[in-house]
């Protein structure tokens, strides 16, 4: 199973909407860090809204793939985490999704775009579009 | 009849024709392997230097039963420099020593055919010229391997001293740029010039540029754990650029927690980065205008 991974502008997109294994959720993670390294990505949103269960490797592998996104340079927000995940999550331990919450993809857009735009590197983007 | 006497005899008599013979078969070996590294008319000159000495050394033990070349002969002096000279063009070892032990094929050839029906002569200067010429062989073996080393020490010396560049890239930013394979020494070193450089200028960012690095693995990124760790405690910020995804897969697997440090892409990001943090961004000039 292949999670389509979307591009906006310099943000990646990426929304698991289906129960992975765990192949497959690592193959989404190396192919995830390979799109970030190519376009050199300024933020990456992961939406988990549709996973009703999100077992222990699960949330590792997210909370794997956000740190090492934010070591290549990218802003990272997990949005849609559902109530009982939450719960969950909570009982096994907090730290098992330590990247930034949003309640919703549109929120977690919206935290993106204004963490890029307090960025250095924004105003270097600005000289890019004049040339 | 002594056994030095008719190898002089030989010298002195067919010196010209044994260079020759003996060049022709070097050349021919090297020519191959070596083809841009040879200077024909250089080797002619010193190879009738080195029969002219051999000769004369034999004439000064003629006495004796067999010839030593003693350190301060000019014999071994022409043998070194020959060694070292080689060794600096980059021939190996064994097509060095070939040098010696094509004269010896020589040599015994041609003592085999002029010698006469004394058999025990014969043996006896061949025996003698054996002895010499391995002297010589291993005289060549024993310098071009001290000018190997003294090659290599001076390599690793100037490896050293250049690895480990601060660079100040504006006031209070200073750059590191971590290029190959980094040690346990490396580490140490660029640590330490960097600690200084951070405490010199008071720098309050510190750019930690790895693109340079090419593999992650676990001694290299705790060694680049320290480092950050101790600019974090004089108090400069640490962003590190130009890591792949390979080695953000390591350094996430190894459990390293890099939450006080910003990553950036690239260098370019990361001194734009570290700029505003300064208070300080590029502007397009000709917008101003």
Known sequence: MKIPILKLGRILLASIQVDLSDEDALQFQGELLQEIAKIEALGVAIDITSMDVVDSFMARVINDTASMARLLGAEVIVSGVQPYVAMTLVEMGRELIGADCAFNLEQALNMLKSRIASRGDMQLEQDNTHE | ?289
């Open chain 2, 1 to 289: 009849m002594k056994p030095l006497e008719p190898i002089n005899k030989l010298l002195k008599e067919q010196r010209d024709i044994l260079c020759q013979e003996w060049l022709k078969e070097v050349m021919l070996q090297w020519r191959q392997l070596y083809p841009n590294l040879l200077s024909e008319h250089e080797l002619r000159d010193q190879s009738f230097k080195l029969l002219d000495e051999l000769a004369r050394s034999l004439v000064a033990h003629s006495d004796n039963e067999s010839a030593e070349i003693k350190v301060s002969d000019e014999l071994s002096n022409i043998i070194r420099n020959m060694s070292v000279h080689r060794a600096k063009l980059g021939f190996k070892v064994a097509d060095t020593a070939l040098y010696i032990l094509t004269l010896k094929n020589v040599l015994t050839k041609s003592l085999m055919q002029g010698a006469g029906r004394n058999t025990s002569e014969l043996t006896a200067s061949l025996i003698a010229i054996d002895d010499m010429l391995d002297q010589l062989s291993i005289m060549i073996f024993d310098s071009f391997i001290s000018a190997r080393e003294e090659i290599i020490t001076q390599q690793s010396l100037s490896i050293q001293e250049l690895s480990t560049p601060v660079i100040r890239l504006w006031d209070q930013i200073l750059l590191l740029p971590l290029v190959g394979v980094i040690d346990t020494m490396r580490a140490r070193q660029f640590t330490e010039n960097l600690l200084v450089a951070i405490s010199r200028y008071e720098a309050t960012v510190t750019v930690v540029d790895v693109t340079g690095v090419p593999v992650f693995d676990t001694s290299v990124a705790r060694h680049i754990m320290k480092t950050v760790d101790a600019a974090q405690l004089l108090g400069s910020r640490v962003i590190m650029t130009g890591i792949s995804p390979e080695g953000a897969l390591t350094l996430t697997k190894l459990g390293l927690n890099f939450s006080a440090t910003i990553c950036r892409s690239t260098l370019k990001a990361g001194v734009a980065e570290a700029l505003q943090m300064i208070g300080k961004c590029i502007i397009n000039t000709k917008e101003l205008k």
